[in-house]
Antibody, heavy 128, light 108 residues
């Protein structure tokens, strides 16, 4: 059974750095086995659309949203089964629900290239 | 970066009707790496379709995806009450950032 869960502060002040942790189970995020997986972060301001932020792959490859890449970092600890996203210089416009989701590149001979399992999301409010 | 445009913004239909949702990409989507998600209020998105036309595990066959190149379609053949939600398309390209479309709301 695959699960992901986001954790971190619910309230941050403007200019602070947000650090969110995604703890996952049911997959490894390593090169072992036949799957090729990643973990991505996606956010959603209240009442608005999804915005993709970042992805880290099984091979430690990383990609970022061009508009936010200067503020983002992403790391993984496969022994703890965690992926950590950091976003610097937080602003009230960064308020929203932050999701982590598995990104399945490849499994059993099929390329997927989609986020197939999602966490429940965590609401982050940026306010002084 | 590939920009995705979805239309219409809102689709007002009744249960039993057919829904046709469009997703257009600003550049060719290679290998048809285009996915569709459903999101209900207060819930995380759910993967419906991957690689433009393959249904994800457990997705009913009233959901179907089609298209290639820059134009893609999600069709819901007969709307059930639980299908009223927001639908997003998402693109993946080698070396490119992943992007989501702005969404289509399917409303009663």
């Amino acid at each position: 059974q695959i699960t992901l869960k986001e954790s971190g502060p619910t309230l941050v002040k403007p200019t602070q750095t947000l650090t969110l942790t995604c703890t996952f189970s049911g997959f490894s995020l390593t090169a072992n086995g036949g799957n090729r997986e990643g973990v991505g972060w996606i956010r959603q301001p209240p009442g608005k659309a999804l915005e993709w932020l970042a992805l880290i792959s099984w091979d430690d490859g990383k990609r970022f949203s061009p508009s936010l890449k200067n503020r983002l970092s992403i790391t993984k600890d496969t022994s703890k089964k965690q992926v950590v996203l950091s976003m610097t210089n937080m602003d009230p416009l960064d308020t929203g629900t932050y999701y982590c989701a598995r990104f399945l590149f490849y499994s059993s001979g099929t390329y997927y290239m989609a986020h197939d399992f999602w966490g429940q999301g965590t609401l982050v409010t940026v306010s002084s | 970066e590939i920009v995705l445009t979805q239309s219409p913004g809102t689709l007002s239909l009744s249960p039993g009707e057919r829904a046709t949702l469009s997703c257009r990409a600003s550049q060719t989507v290679t290998n048809n790496y285009l996915a569709w998600y459903q999101q209900k209020p207060g819930h995380a998105p759910r993967l419906l379709i991957y690689r433009a036309s393959s249904r994800a595990t457990g997705i009913p066959d009233r959901f179907s995806g089609s298209g290639s190149g820059t134009d893609f379609t999600l069709t819901i053949s007969r709307l059930e009450p639980e299908d009223f939600a927001v639908y997003y398309c998402q693109h993946y390209g080698s070396g490119l950032p992943i992007t989501f479309g702005p969404g289509t709301k399917v409303d009663i």
